[in-house]
């Protein structure tokens, strides 16, 4: 079988609790990974909103997940509550194919996907099932975009938003620092904006030497554009297969 990445320095920059598919599809492709997380997620500084959603979770009609994370965090807040028997009265929407499979992971049905891993486009497949004032709940990271909450409240939605979980910039060890600066990747994978940014303040644009930039969506890929950053490469959808596929792509040219 063809290792199309056969010889090729991949820096991974996810968190770690998100990487971990993706490095082992690397791998399988001959790829060398290095792994360097920059941010690491956190439960919220107050946790009572989140709590409180949990406690009362009968009175939405929606809850909407935009990451992997959002999900784990909701439902360890549901166990803890002793609700989780009654989300399955509520229509579960998400963003992505992975942020499904893990809702999946838990027993759970989704009612609505969005074919792509935006916001934007999740509000677009559930305006036609959206009544105004139904009330959705949106637990979603701290630092999170706002285009989803937007639309949906602009729609005449009740959202009701709360921190699920954060992320802070993980320590950069000298060891890993040391290595971009001795023998910099031939690809870079950037997964959010905030990623990025941390990379840049970490590690300055040096790090990178003449990588190719692979973002793993078209929000991504703007961040990456507006710090300056030309990006070879988009990924189809945010999944960890697209990803290696557009890495593929980079590198291909």
Same mark, same amino acid.
């Given at each position: 079988?063809?290792?199309?990445?056969?010889?090729?320095?991949?820096?991974?920059?996810?968190?770690?609790?998100?990487? #971990?598919?993706?490095?082992?599809?690397?791998?399988?492709?001959?790829?060398?990974?290095?792994?360097?997380?920059?941010?690491?997620?956190?439960?919220?500084?107050?946790?009572?909103?989140?709590?409180?959603?949990?406690?009362?979770?009968?009175?939405?009609?929606?809850?909407?997940?935009?990451?992997?994370?959002?999900?784990? %965090?909701?439902?360890?807040?549901?166990?803890?509550?002793?609700?989780?028997?009654?989300?399955?009265?509520?229509?579960?929407?998400?963003?992505?194919? +992975?942020?499904?499979?893990?809702?999946?992971?838990?027993?759970?049905?989704?009612?609505?996907?969005?074919?792509?891993?935006?916001?934007?486009?999740?509000?677009?497949?559930?305006?036609?099932?959206?009544?105004? #004032?139904?009330? @959705?709940?949106?637990?979603?990271? #701290?630092?999170?975009? +706002?285009?989803?909450?937007?639309?949906?409240?602009?729609?005449?939605?009740?959202?009701?938003?709360?921190? %699920?979980?954060?992320? +802070?910039?993980?320590?950069?060890?000298?060891?890993?620092?040391?290595?971009?600066?001795?023998?910099?990747?031939?690809? %870079?994978?950037?997964?959010?904006?905030?990623?990025?940014?941390?990379?840049?303040?970490?590690?300055?644009?040096?790090?990178?030497?003449?990588?190719?930039?692979?973002?793993?969506?078209?929000?991504?890929?703007?961040?990456?554009?507006?710090?300056?950053?030309?990006?070879?490469? @988009? %990924?189809? +959808?945010?999944?960890?297969?697209?990803?290696?596929?557009?890495?593929?792509?980079?590198?291909?040219?």
């Amino acid at each position: 079988m063809e290792r199309r990445l056969e010889g090729i320095r991949i820096l991974v920059t996810r968190p770690r609790e998100r990487s #971990e598919e993706l490095c082992f599809l690397l791998e399988d492709e001959g790829a060398e990974v290095l792994h360097v997380p920059l941010l690491e997620l956190l439960p919220p500084e107050d946790p009572r909103p989140l709590v409180a959603a949990a406690e009362s979770i009968q009175r939405y009609k929606w809850v909407v997940f935009a990451s992997p994370s959002a999900v784990e %965090a909701f439902m360890e807040a549901l166990r803890e509550a002793g609700t989780v028997g009654l989300l399955s009265r509520v229509r579960i929407a998400v963003v992505g194919p +992975r942020t499904a499979r893990t809702v999946d992971g838990f027993g759970l049905n989704v009612a609505v996907e969005s074919p792509e891993g935006t916001g934007a486009a999740l509000y677009e497949v559930m305006r036609p099932g959206l009544e105004p #004032e139904d009330e @959705v709940l949106l637990p979603a990271a #701290e630092e999170g975009r +706002r285009e989803l909450e937007d639309a949906l409240r602009e729609h005449g939605a009740r959202v009701t938003r709360v921190t %699920a979980y954060r992320s +802070r910039p993980a320590p950069l060890p000298p060891e890993a620092q040391a290595l971009l600066a001795s023998s910099p990747p031939d690809v %870079a994978l950037f997964a959010s904006p905030r990623t990025a940014e941390a990379f840049l303040e970490a590690v300055g644009r040096e790090g990178l030497g003449a990588a190719r930039l692979v973002a793993i969506g078209p929000t991504t890929a703007a961040a990456l554009t507006h710090l300056g950053l030309p990006v070879a490469s @988009v %990924a189809e +959808r945010p999944t960890p297969e697209a990803l290696v596929e557009a890495t593929v792509r980079a590198i291909r040219g």
